[in-house]
């Protein structure tokens, strides 16, 4: 590959780049507690596996607050619409406060009932229970956070959910050392550590986008009508999403059901994986800001010409980081436990998930390029089809006693089964509709 000899090249770095280092900084946030909360003991930190995984999937659900609106706003960005652009952001903040307060109301009774759902074992449970109520009142901060940063995608700026991933990060890594290990508040102090961080870090983005509205004159109290269209326009991308985080929580209440040590071995893995997932997606971020900008200025050999240069992009992304993890590998464990048994499955997943990342490079930049498009529609068939390949695979797995290995990869199957199903629709011309706003 020459690098930044392709027209595009210098376009995709200038937003990639900071989206990697704002994305890889999201998974830092339970890296960093599963790291301190390991120094608790096993039980705790398979806790975490299992109230980080259900988070993940409560917030991950609403993830439609950031890609529906980076395409929203970057095809009126395209289109020369800067005062509708940042109003459809702000629309997206208020109907994220709206989602958040509902999610804490519905949530806290259930707590309990999620964490069983999961296969919490009696060891488990009660760390887990604690991590995730207390977790939910960081839900606020977290969705205003996708909603913002949906904005400043759109409007082609990735640099300031860059700093303020960083910041919050920074934040949470001080809070959670002095909580748990400083005032020996236990797993309660790592979960208090995350909820601040992620509320200063949503108040960071609301002051930001504020400011934007001044500057182009947008509205800042809600339009009824614009809260509904993107909450409809949302449906399609939550059932895409509510697909991906069924494979992720069936995974982890595969791993759950075959032991402490696998379970916690697993939060792990799946950490990591989640950390590389997020690393290779910025060029995806890239994808969709760049798609949406594109299609919104009608000019669509631009669209595919850029959908080429990111996939070569993804597929090296994936290399590196295979070699990364594979070189690492000896040591890795060793950073996030000292049970001889949850090191030795970790060793073994290691290598199955070094082994899936180029094939996750395309799929991630294939799933961004088809989000910028607006593609939501086809998005969640291609979900629901993807999703029937895993489960009986997953189920198999556990009814055979396939093992933590085995499990991941299944995960390998399903990846893969997503990269012919992008692939397809990529390869034709459907998604490539034109205009400010997708017909």
Known sequence: MAILKHPHDREILRLAVPAFGALVAEPLFLLADSAIVGRLGTGPQAGLGIAGQALTTIVGVCVFLAYGTTAAVARQVGAGQLKDAV????????????????????????????????????????????????????????????????????????????????????????????????????????????????????????????????????????????????????????????????VLVAATAVAAHQGVSQLAAYGVGSRIWLFLALALDAIAIAGQAITGRYLGASDTQAVRGATRRMIMWGVGGGVVFA?????????????????????????????????????????FVLDGVLIGAGDMRYLALAGTATMAVFLPAAWLVHALGGGLVGLWLTIGLWMAARLITLGVRARGGAWLVTGAVRG
């Open 87 to 246: 109003r459809q952001g702000i629309d997206g903040i208020w109907l994220a406060l709206a989602i958040a307060g509902g999610l804490i109301l519905v949530g806290l009774p259930l707590v309990p009932w999620i964490v069983d759902a999961f296969g919490a074992t009696s060891a488990v449970a009660p760390a887990a229970e604690t991590y995730l109520r207390i977790s939910l009142f960081g839900i606020p901060g977290m969705l205003v956070v996708l909603a913002g940063t949906g904005v400043l995608r759109g409007m082609q700026d990735t640099r300031t959910p860059l700093y303020v991933s960083v910041g919050s990060f920074t934040l949470n890594l001080a809070l959670n050392w002095l909580f748990v290990l400083g005032f020996g508040w236990g797993i309660a102090g790592s979960a208090w550590g995350t909820v601040i961080a992620q509320t200063i870090g949503g108040a960071v983005y609301v002051t930001t986008v504020l400011r934007g509205a001044r500057r182009h004159g947008a509205p800042l109290l809600p339009d009824a009508q614009g809260v509904r269209a993107a909450a409809t326009a949302g449906v399609a991308l939550i059932v895409r999403t509510v697909t991906l985080q069924a």
């Open 323 to 363: 070699l990364v993890i594979l070189s690492a590998r000896p040591w890795l464990p060793a950073l996030f436990t000292q049970d001889p048994a949850v090191r030795s499955l970790l060793l073994s997943s290691l290598v199955v998930i070094a082994v899936m990342q180029p094939i996750a490079g395309v799929v």
